[in-house]
Nanobody, 119 residues
Framework: QVQLVESGGGLVQAGGSLRLSCAAS????????MGWYRQAPGKQRVVVAL???????DYADSVKGRFTISRDNAKNTMYLEMNSLKPEDTAVYYC?????????????WGQGTLVTVSS
């Protein structure tokens, strides 16, 4: 079974840092685009950062300069380094990936990890 598993969420004070990880497991041939999304209470899920298979990145304006997305293709793992966190960054963070497994193209979501930033 191919799946994405996030880790690294938690409670942090404003101005602090956290690092999220997203590990893909199972029979995976290749992973294409990956990304982090977040959903705050009562709001829709929105994109935070994207990274292509070649390492090109894109960020939401609200996190530019504070968050860094990266990936380790050898480990099938993606990261989100979050610095200078603000209370408005509080949300459930989800990882997303488009990948190939066997002869199938799959679009997967992780289960989500909660990030809470206190003021």
């Amino acid at each position: 079974q191919v799946q994405l598993v996030e880790s690294g969420g938690g409670l942090v004070q404003a101005g602090g840092s956290l690092r999220l990880s997203c590990a893909a497991s199972g029979s995976i041939f290749s992973i294409n685009d990956m990304g982090w999304y977040r959903q705050a209470p009562g709001k829709q899920r929105v994109v935070v950062a994207l990274i292509s298979s070649g390492g090109s990145t894109d960020y939401a304006d609200s996190v530019k300069g504070r968050f860094t997305i990266s990936r380790d293709n050898a480990k099938n793992t993606m990261y989100l380094e979050m610095n200078s966190l603000k209370p408005e960054d509080t949300a459930v963070y989800y990882c997303h990936a488009n990948l190939e497994s066997g002869y199938r193209y799959l679009e997967l979501w992780g289960q989500g990890t909660l990030v809470t930033v206190s003021s």
